[in-house]
């Protein structure tokens, strides 16, 4: 029995637990998990299409390039969520136990786990590659906070609107006079 | 063996479990208190901004101090309690709504997944059923005999300052969008017991700066921005100018102008801010191609109403120069902007507040002769259905390969969409106005349309990861379009949802611009004596 044929057969299973880990992140989890409708459940349908997607290339020992995609698709939803940096990417780490225990579990492919260090290296990378796409969202959202800012849609308060700016100088020149 | 390293690997090393980790609650969501870090809340209203709206006739906005949600001490009046329960008791005595949705919830749960604040955070108090249990808790507690005697039995609790937090913390995490109310059996409208947790909020002076500034500007100048007259109307002349330099056509807007046959009010930030700037652009564009006789106030120069985020009173204020400003021009009835929560106020509550306007004629097409019976009682018609009505009647004369560069969706906002029931309109003209636009998948459109995330007055950019969380499933469903058919511009019709939504999309779909659906017609218009340049992006253009 080879590696990529169980990687093929134990596909459904890995991914399946590899989501229910990553959603069980979540305080209140059991909707993200059931509901398959991806436009009903955001963040439960698009961690499961993007860790499958990941399981495949980890599995085939793709170009590390091909992993930001799906690793994209879930660190731009975990990046501003309540997670420490360390929690949200955590969850990728994952995979390497539940295939370890999976294949460990089958006493025909248990020996399989000795060969699992290029799988293991491959997760390793996505865990690395998750690291800096969380911090490219993070940056992101500074840059949206910024740029709204910059461009006026943030003028309903503090704002550089010509009259409030008319009200600030009346009132300095209000204070201006008071002092002399 | 490998099932502890999983859970360890789930807990930060540096900062332990945060509250949206460590999986299975362990506690009962009643003990589980609201943490107010920095990104979580909004900031808390300005000193002078409450003074000066608590100074206000009819206004009542008593408490203004200095205070920070991070505090323990919130600086609340000594009899903070009594003035919640009265005020509560009051409310229940004047809303017959409120009391049969304190009554009648049987906790389903149809509510429970279809919101986009418990969608994007999977916290627990931001299902809609919980979010109104923080309130039914209170009310079973005080005002029902079965909570009376079995309190938490029944599900009741005493009001604390705890649950006052809370109350504060998740009536911000709602933009009162009712698409849960689509969905519950009853009919129960959160949206509502979200309103009145704010109404009370406001009586021991907990509120938030970004809704209570706007708010008294508006009651200053009348407009969100603080605008005087003068720079109103040196704005809107200034997008006359624009035009000039675009098309070659002079428009000359009138301003308070006496005897005109229509008003037109349109949010302050459609003359200010991009992107609602171009939006204004195709106002202006489409009555000048018509010849309609209409003027801007000066005065009412604001269609949207942050009074509705705050409580009754504010809003009826707020609202009512709308009806004053059309008496005093002598208009025959009013044509309104693109705006979202403007038209939940004007369709749900305008009439009865400060209604009737007897003095107004039901509105009538100069153009095509159509009476718009829909508005026979407010007199105030939308400009989607003003224009699909012209483009119906062979009206306009209009040019789709002007729009050749835009590939549209259109995204309902809550408030046409869900409190009046405009769907059509905007859709019939963007298939007339556009070659090009498909539609988001059918459970994120139309009734069940999902928030930008940042409406209510929550678009401010403290709280900017709250609302990246909150627009998810709108973002969600536009990058699906995007990734299919290559869509480049998220179309919709509210001023808010301009502003927000193009956060939003530089968020998660950059790249993805986002107008008025009156900016496209404004592109496609082919005007009289036009002396058109190369505009490879429309009224965008730089030239």
């Known amino acids: ?180 | 063996m490998a099932v502890p390293k999983l859970e360890q690997l789930s807990k930060s090393v540096v900062q332990g479990p945060s509250l949206a980790t460590g999986a299975i609650p362990t506690k009962d969501w009643m003990d589980i208190p609201a943490i107010f870090k920095p990104g979580n809340y909004a900031y808390p209203a300005k000193q002078e901004k409450v003074e000066y709206l608590n100074s206000q006739k009819d206004l009542h906005f008593p408490n203004a101090r200095e205070w920070n949600p991070e505090e323990d001490d919130w600086k609340l009046p000594e009899d903070w309690k009594e003035i919640i329960l009265k005020g509560l008791k009051e409310r229940l005595d004047k809303f017959r709504s409120l009391k049969i949705f304190m009554d009648c919830c049987v906790r389903c749960g149809a509510c429970a997944d279809k919101c986009h604040f418990f969608l994007g955070t999977g916290d627990p108090k931001n299902m809609p059923v919980l979010r109104a249990e923080l309130l039914r808790s209170v009310y079973r507690n005080d005002f029902t005999l079965g909570g009376k005697i079995l309190g938490k039995m029944a599900g009741a609790r005493e009001m604390t300052v705890g649950v006052l937090k809370e109350w504060f913390m998740y009536s911000y995490q709602c933009t009162e969008c009712r698409r849960c109310s689509v969905f519950c059996p009853y009919g129960i409208d959160t949206a509502e017991v979200t309103m009145m947790l704010r109404e009370l909020l406001h009586l021991v002076g907990v509120g938030i700066n970004w809704i209570l500034e706007p708010a008294s500007n508006s009651n200053r100048t009348g407009n969100h921005m603080g605008l005087q007259p003068h720079t109103f109307k040196d704005n809107v002349d200034f997008l006359a100018d624009d035009i000039e330099n675009l098309t070659g056509v002079k428009i000359t807007p009138s301003f308070n102008r006496k005897g005109a046959e229509v008003l037109f009010i349109t949010p302050s930030a459609d003359v200010f801010a991009e992107p609602g700037l171009y939006t204004a652009m195709g106002y202006l564009l489409l009555f000048e191609h018509i010849g309609l006789d209409y003027t801007w106030s000066t005065y009412a120069s604001e269609g949207g109403n942050f009074g509705l985020f705050t409580n009754n009173e504010l809003m009826k204020k707020l609202n009512g120069k709308m009806y004053a400003e059309a008496k005093r021009l002598g208009v025959k009835y009013i044509i309104g902007g693109e705006c979202g929560h403007m038209w939940r106020v004007v369709h749900q509550y305008m009439d009865t507040m400060n209604g009737p306007a007897d003095f107004l004629e039901v509105p009538k097409s100069p153009m095509t002769g159509t009476t718009f019976k829909n508005a026979a009682s407010t007199k105030m018609v939308h400009i989607s259905e003003f224009t699909a009505d012209l483009i119906k009647n062979g009206k306009l004369k209009l040019d789709k390969s002007r729009n050749a560069h835009v590939k549209a969706t259109f995204h309902d906002s809550c408030n046409p969409a869900r409190a009046m029931g405009l769907m059509d309109e905007p859709r019939y003209i963007l298939d007339h106005v556009v070659d090009n636009w498909v539609e988001m998948p059918e459970n994120t459109i139309r009734e069940q349309t999902f928030c930008c995330g940042s409406g209510t007055g929550l678009n401010t950019d403290e709280i900017m990861e709250l609302r990246m969380r909150s627009g998810l499933p709108r973002a969600n469903a536009v990058k699906h379009v995007i990734d299919k058919h290559d869509v480049n511009m998220l179309s919709c019709v509210c001023a808010i949802d301009r502003a927000t939504l193009t956060s939003l999309m530089n968020y998660w779909n950059p790249g993805c611009d986002v107008c008025g659906v009156s900016e496209l017609v404004g592109n496609a218009l082919v005007m009289d004596g036009e002396n058109r340049q190369e505009l490879d992006e429309g009224l965008r253009t730089l030239v």
């Open chain 1, 1 to 180: 029995m080879k590696l990529d044929e169980a990687f093929r057969n134990y596909r459904e299973k890995i991914v399946d637990r590899w989501v229910d880990y990553t959603l069980s992140t979540y305080e209140s989890s059991s909707f993200f998990k059931k509901e398959k409708d991806k436009f009903a459940n955001p963040v439960g349908g698009n961690v499961r299409e993007a860790l499958d997607a990941l399981f495949v290339l980890l599995a085939r020992n793709a170009d590390p390039k091909e992993f930001v995609a799906p690793l994209e698709q879930i660190m731009l939803i975990r990046a501003i969520q309540e997670f420490a940096a360390s929690v949200a990417v955590g969850p990728i780490h994952a995979v390497k136990h539940i295939t370890r225990e999976i294949l460990a579990k089958d006493k025909e492919r248990c020996h399989l786990v000795q060969e699992l260090y290029d799988f293991e290296f491959a997760v390793d990378l996505a865990v690395l590659a998750a690291f800096d796409l969380y911090m490219q969202c993070r940056e992101r959202l500074y840059q949206v906070r910024i740029q709204e800012i910059k461009t006026g849609n943030f003028i309903l308060t503090d704002s550089k609107c010509p009259t409030n700016l008319l009200k600030t100088n009346i009132q300095e020149s209000i204070k201006a006079v008071e002092s002399h």
